[in-house]
C-alpha cells in the first residue's frame, strides 16, 4: 500500500530551496575565509576551536570527534594534519591508556586567538548582520528545532545561555 507524498507548497518549497542553498554556499564561504587567514579549512578550525573551549585545552579523541560530528577515522586524519604543523598532540588518556586525548599545543591556542576575530568578522558579514535582531531570535528558534531532529542526542547544539566563544 503505499501512502501520498505531502508535496511542498510554493511558500514551503521556496523556504527548503533557500535552506539547501545556504548550506551549500556558507561552508565554502567559511573555509575561503579560513584558508585565507590561517590555511586552515573550517572543520579543522572547528578542531581546534572546540580544543580551546575544553579545559586544559584536551579532550578525548572521541568527545572531540562526538562534538565536531565526525567520525574517528575522519577526525584522526585532520588532527594528524593539525599535528604535522605542531598545533595539536596526541597523547595516551591517563585514565584510560586505550583512550587518546588530543591536547591543543601553544601554537594551536595562537592560531586560534589569532583566527578568531577574522571568522567572527566573516559570520557576521554572511549571517548575523543580514538580519534584524528579531530575525537572529527566530533564526535561533529555527535552528533549535531543526537540531531538536538533526541532533537529538544534543551532542552540537549550543547551550541556551550563550556561553560559546566565537
Same mark, same amino acid.
Given at each position: ?17 533557500g ?9 565554502a564561504?567559511?573555509d ?22 575544553a ?9 572531540l ?12 586524519h585532520?588532527?594528524?594534519r ?8 596526541? +597523547? ?5 591508556r #586505550? %583512550?587518546?586525548?588530543?591536547? @591543543?599545543? $601553544?601554537? /594551536? ?27 537572529? +531570535? ?5 535552528? #533549535? %528545532?531543526?537540531?531538536g531532529? @538533526?541532533? $537529538?542526542? /544534543? ?12
Amino acid at each position: 500500500m503505499t501512502t501520498s507524498t505531502p508535496w511542498l507548497s510554493p511558500a514551503e518549497l521556496r523556504a527548503w530551496l533557500g535552506l539547501v542553498a545556504v548550506a551549500e554556499l556558507l561552508p565554502a564561504q567559511l573555509d575561503s575565509q579560513l584558508q585565507r587567514d590561517a590555511t586552515l579549512t573550517h572543520f579543522e578550525y572547528q578542531v581546534l576551536a572546540m580544543l580551546s573551549e575544553a579545559p586544559d585545552h584536551v579532550l578525548r579523541m572521541s568527545a572531540l570527534a562526538q562534538r565536531t560530528n565526525a567520525t574517528l577515522p575522519r577526525l584522526s586524519h585532520v588532527v594528524k594534519r593539525l599535528e604535522d604543523r605542531g598545533l595539536v598532540r596526541r +597523547a595516551p588518556c591517563a585514565d584510560d591508556r #586505550r %583512550a587518546t586525548n588530543a591536547h @591543543l599545543t $601553544p601554537a /594551536g591556542w595562537d592560531l586560534v586567538v589569532a583566527t578568531a576575530p577574522g571568522h567572527v568578522r566573516t559570520a557576521r558579514e554572511l549571517v548575523v548582520d543580514a538580519l534584524t535582531a528579531a530575525q537572529v +531570535a527566530e533564526l535561533e528558534t529555527i535552528t #533549535r %528545532a531543526l537540531l531538536g531532529r @538533526l541532533d $537529538p542526542e /544534543g551532542r552540537l547544539t549550543p547551550p541556551l545561555d550563550g556561553d560559546t566563544a566565537g
